[in-house]
């Protein structure tokens, strides 16, 4: 991305022909939205486009007060109703005036599909998303093709709110306690709606076979048409419902968003005001709302953010795909639990055989046993087919014999982090296999290149650095050290990709990316607390930055010993800006739980007050006089987080700072909203003042300050 | 020695086959522009396939034994065994086996025969049978190599595949079949065809298809697109003759170039009862036989000949003809050989192909689910025939009974 211009609209248009209803009922004009473009181009709606729509459908409205048609239906390209409106488009606008035309100009053309004068349908063919399920939404009748898997509106999980109509009708349409899922809590655990979810839940009407699709919608129309069929339609909830529900999301929001973007609370507000306004009034608030919205940072950083996932999957700095090495069978070492992760996921998606090697049969039986039981509870979820299933069980063995990795392509080490003994096995490995397979670790945190530096081929070894759970989480660090020959860097590039993970270059540097910055937001917390600041205080320290968890859940996810062991070899690397905390040596040798339960699914795990006096008691130096406060944290965190991506960056460990920021999307979850870090360092000013220059452009996650 | 406990075979005795239903696609011209240029071939059998499905409801999926369709040229959209791919795009179980068949313009009438003896042997129960054929994408003959040794053995003429040809031959070995009888055929063909399609008795037939072209979106079809209404016989006598320089077949007289597509379900009569499902015509006898390929339109001749006689039955006792009208003089050289008249009111009453269109492998059903119309409004006929004449010399004709016939009616 960049700051010039976006790309010229891709303009949808709105097509239309007539089509003859059975049984004498008249004529049905049958809009078609497409952009003239190939699947691979989704159906998008700017301001051209929705011009188009706005003219087309005037047009029909004084057909049908002509009386020439008796209906109107909206449908889309193969596959796709329409997905959405043109993001592009939206973030390059400038002024206020813009923002609200964007608005208006959507709604004046939507409403029109309420207000035609004759029933009119929508007939869900493919993925309709926000703009583009508000289409649909906007018409009196859905149907919806059973294939659909994709109909969500996600626009608070990108920084605006469902302002085509859908904060208004939604909660009207399927009641008040729905349209929060649908609105807030989907958008934030990215799940759209399967057209049979759809139907349940009264998002649209009917769910037709998608062989015949049309042809059935059109008859389902003039069933409709005829009075043959009745869409029963849900009262309006109560007004105590409506203010209890509202009330409960705007308690939800508030322990798990703080304030760290406004568009779910926006949302939330439109749709508490929905029961009682009109469309005139709710419409209006709509556009206000979207107008605040696009002019946010936050929407900005959302809108960059999305641009980097999907762009993820053409990597930054990969070699020539051609050179990867064709993988037909695959060793992991070590059996223990994230082996049988990696070894699942290698038979799941390369389908070739896997081997797993451990120094005891017992925890080869183990490691097996525990990939067994996953595939068992897959395939009973019916994630998993039997035939698959019994594939993959089958793919992967284990021995206790090195000897059995001599015919493989590819072997991944996952064994304890200890470099000597990393070193080790390759050493051993060598001896094995063929001089060109490859040797991949998955080391989190130590250096791949003393890893190889005695090998007899360290050009063959590479880093391929997975974050736990393998399955669920997207991104690969693949790590170039350095003697990593093109041919093994590619090897990795392709794996990872045939894996479905969004591989990203990161050169040797200890941590990487992802557990570089992690580890570090975890030192200065926990750093915090060896001076004095409450653990309570600390913990609630980066609530505004809204990051998917707590610090000291995070420490428990990712395991106290695990957490303290990367620090500390982070900090014999990199130097004392990770720092010593005697109160953390403590917990993790004593294996102190350091947060208590959730109080409900989906809430945060806050510290365990008992932590305070493990700290207390540990505290080697004596506390500083006025220790930080929350804010006082929250800028200590900040400004070592930029002065460590500005030595990444200087590093080289990777070229550029939206690599940073793809990396703690993908790896660590941080939100759109901040543009994974380094927008929301931009645009708090912390990189001018600690680096004394932006990290990206002005414009370019943000809203343009000139 | 084997156990002589062991239980002979149950060799089934032969039982009633009937027509349950037909549907069609509507008719499209084969042309760049035509309605189908957009769509594929097999997408316009599915839709025959389901529709028949959803039209029987008390028909449970898994019962249909086998689908049987046809295609003249099998490949591309048409390829790939359509009987069992289409009963997979159509949303049949995976149980229900199906397979592809060809005998060009008689495909979708062979399917029915040949599953209508598999009926008949108690090997199946019901099954569904029809054809398809996008002209617009599948050419006739394209792709085509035809053996050298038909042309250096002379065991066919080199114009024998040109089926213009071969119906200007007929006009040359019949002096009788004029070309003004021929042109007053072709006239009659649409106006009967738009008779009936004013009376309502075209559309019930008809299956919608989803058309898409991206340069206009979405549309459905839902009326046939070949026939041209208002043909006259001043019209008709100045076209050209592209057979033959000063020949006799013009567009007006041929069946033009067509996309469509034809499907219908058979059942064995006590199956039929048992799931409730209606009966609109009885199979009384097929026959198929050969002609010299020059001459192919007159194979129906000797294949009704053969049909009449195995089911004992003569000219006389047949009520109605469904005939697929390749060309005017195929169907008045037909018409001669069984002494019946050019006008008589028994032949086509709802007009023919010269009209309404030949998707080549189709039509055989089309013929079938038209036929069992008629039988419907003619409690008085007891018995009509299908027949077609088939490239390379052929003929193929089915002879049923109609079950609504009474013989109070009859004596009327």
New interface residues.
């Given amino acids: 991305m960049s700051t010039s211009e976006p790309r010229p609209e891709r303009v949808t248009h709105a097509?239309?022909?007539?089509?003859?209803l059975?049984g004498g009922l008249g004529t049905l004009a049958?809009?078609?939205l497409?952009n003239?473009l190939d699947h691979t181009k989704p159906t998008t709606l700017g301001p051209q486009g929705i011009a188009e729509l706005t003219a087309t459908l005037r047009s029909l409205q004084e057909r049908a007060a002509a009386g020439e048609i008796a209906a109107v239906a909206v449908?889309g390209?193969?596959y796709y109703l329409a997905a959405g409106a043109d993001l592009l488009q939206v973030a390059g606008v400038r002024t206020r005036e813009a923002a609200l035309a964007l608005g208006r100009g959507g709604h004046e053309a939507y409403r029109m599909l309420g207000e035609m004068g004759v029933p009119t349908f929508a007939f869900v063919n493919g993925a309709a998303l926000g703009g583009g399920f508000e289409v649909a939404l906007n018409c009196d009748y859905r149907t919806a093709a059973a294939d659909v898997r994709a109909l969500a509106l996600p626009e608070t999980g990108l920084g605006l709110v469902p302002g085509w109509g859908g904060a208004y009708l939604v909660p009207r349409l399927v009641g008040i306690e729905k349209a929060v899922e649908v609105v807030l809590t989907r958008p934030a655990a990215n799940t759209p709606y399967t057209a049979a979810q759809a139907a349940q839940i009264g998002l649209v009407d009917v769910v037709l076979?998608p062989?015949?699709?049309?042809?059935e919608s059109?008859?389902w129309a003039a069933g409709v048409l005829r009075g043959d069929v009745v869409v029963e339609r849900r009262p309006l909830d109560d007004a105590a419902t409506w203010e209890a529900v509202v009330e409960a999301a705007r308690t939800r929001l508030d322990a798990v968003v703080h304030g760290s973007r406004p568009a779910p609370g926006r949302a939330l507000d439109l749709m508490a005001a929905a029961r009682d306004a009109d469309r005139d009034a709710a419409f209006a608030a709509e556009d206000e709302a979207l107008a605040d919205l696009i002019l946010s940072d936050e929407m900005r950083a959302s809108v960059y953010a999305f641009g980097l996932v999907q762009g993820g999957k053409k990597p930054t700095g990969a070699p020539d795909p051609s050179l990867a090495r064709p993988v037909t069978r695959v060793g992991v070492v070590g059996a223990g639990l994230m082996a049988g992760q990696i070894a699942l996921l290698f038979a799941q998606r390369l389908g070739v055989p896997v081997v797993m090697r451990d120094l005891d049969q017992e925890r080869v039986d183990h490691g097996l046993a525990a990939v067994r039981s996953t595939v068992e509870r897959l395939v009973s979820s019916g994630r998993m087919t039997s035939d698959a299933g019994a594939r993959i069980t089958t793919q992967i063995t284990g021995s206790t014999d090195l000897a059995v990795f001599a015919g493989c392509d590819l072997v991944i080490e996952a064994v304890t982090e200890v470099l000597e003994l990393k070193k080790r096995v390759f050493a051993e490995l060598e001896d094995v296999v063929a001089p060109d397979t490859i040797l991949a670790t998955n080391t989190s945190a130590l250096s791949v290149t003393r890893m190889a530096a005695d090998l007899r081929h360290p050009e063959r070894v590479v880093g391929l650095h997975f974050f736990n759970p393998v399955a669920a989480m997207p991104l690969v660090e693949v790590v170039q050290a350095q003697a990593t020959s093109d041919e093994a860097l590619a090897t990795g590039f392709a794996v990872a990709a045939k894996l479905r993970k969004t591989p990203v270059l990161v050169k040797d540097r200890p941590g990487f990316v992802v557990n570089r910055l992690l580890v570090l937001l975890l030192g200065i917390i926990v750093d915090a607390v060896e001076h004095g600041t409450p653990v309570e205080v600390a913990d609630r320290a980066l609530d505004p930055l809204g990051l998917p968890m707590p610090p000291f859940e995070l420490f428990d996810l990712v395991g106290p010993a695990v957490g303290l062991h990367v620090l500390t070899s982070l900090r014999e690397d990199l130097g004392d800006r990770f720092p010593r905390s005697p109160g953390l040596e403590k917990l993790v040798a004593d294996g102190t739980t350091v947060v208590t339960p959730a109080p409900a699914k989906g809430l945060p795990k806050r510290v365990d007050p008992a932590v305070q006096a493990v700290f207390d008691a540990a505290r080697e130096t004596p506390p500083a006089d006025e220790p930080l406060d929350e804010a006082g944290v929250l800028d200590a965190v900040l400004t070592a987080l930029t002065v460590e991506i500005g030595h990444m960056l200087d590093e080289g460990v990777v070229t550029t700072p939206q690599q940073i920021d793809l990396c703690m999307i993908l790896g660590a979850g941080w939100g759109f909203h901040l543009g994974g870090i380094t927008p929301y360092l931009d645009r708090t000013g912390y990189s001018e003042r600690v680096l004394g220059r932006r990290l990206l452009p002005d414009g370019v996650a943000n809203v343009p300050t000139t | 020695m084997p156990s002589t406990s062991r239980p002979d075979a149950r060799v089934p005795a032969a039982r009633r086959v009937v027509f349950v239903d037909g549907v069609r696609t509507p008719f499209g011209r084969a042309r760049k522009d035509g309605l189908y240029a957009h769509t594929r071939a097999d997408d316009l059998a599915v839709r025959t396939v389901r529709e028949l499905l959803r039209r029987h409801p008390r028909l449970p999926p898994e019962r249909v034994d086998d689908v049987a369709l046809a295609a003249t040229t099998q490949q591309g959209d048409q390829g790939l065994t359509l009987g069992r791919t289409v009963a997979m795009l159509s949303g049949l179980p995976t149980t229900v086996p199906g397979f592809a068949i060809d005998r060009m313009c008689a495909g979708a009438m062979t399917a029915v025969t040949t599953t209508a003896a598999a009926i008949g042997f108690g090997a199946q129960d019901v099954t569904i049978a029809g054809g398809v054929e996008h002209m617009g994408r599948h050419p006739m003959g394209f792709d085509a190599d035809p053996n050298p040794r038909f042309l250096a053995e002379r065991i066919v003429a080199a114009d024998a595949l040109n089926m213009g040809v071969t119906a200007e031959n007929l006009h040359d070995r019949f002096p009788a079949l004029t070309k003004e009888r021929a042109d007053a055929y072709g006239a009659a063909s649409q106006a009967k065809y738009a008779a009936a399609l004013a009376a309502g008795k075209i559309d019930p037939d008809l299956v919608p298809v989803a058309l898409r072209d991206p340069a206009n979106g979405w549309g459905l079809a839902t009326a046939d697109e070949p026939p041209r209404p208002g043909t006259t016989l001043e019209g008709l006598a100045g076209l050209a003759t592209p057979f033959r320089a000063g020949g006799r077949v013009t567009a007006g007289t041929s069946a033009p170039l067509t996309d469509g597509a034809a499907a219908c379900l058979l059942a064995a009569e006590d199956v039929a009862e048992e799931l409730g499902l209606p009966v609109r015509m009885r199979l009384v006898s097929f026959a198929y036989a050969g002609v010299e390929p020059e001459v192919m339109g007159l194979g129906p001749v000797p294949s009704t000949q053969k049909a009449l006689a195995r089911a004992g039955l003569t000219i006389d006792d047949i009520g109605l003809f469904e005939l697929n009208e390749a060309f005017a003089v195929q169907v008045l050289s037909f018409l001669d050989a069984f002494g019946i008249a050019d006008d008589d009111p028994r032949v086509n009453p709802y007009g023919g192909a010269i009209a309404v269109g030949h998707p080549l492998a189709s039509s055989g059903v089309r013929l079938m689910t038209q036929l069992a119309r008629q039988f419907a409004e003619h409690p008085e006929v007891r018995y009509g025939l299908t027949a077609m004449c088939v490239g390379l010399g052929q003929g193929g004709t089915v002879i049923w009974e109609n079950p609504h016939f009474t013989a109070e009616e009859a004596a009327r």
């Fill in positions: 097509l239309v022909r007539d089509v003859r059975p049958l809009v078609t497409d003239g449908t390209k193969p076979d062989a015949d699709f049309l042809e059109v008859r």
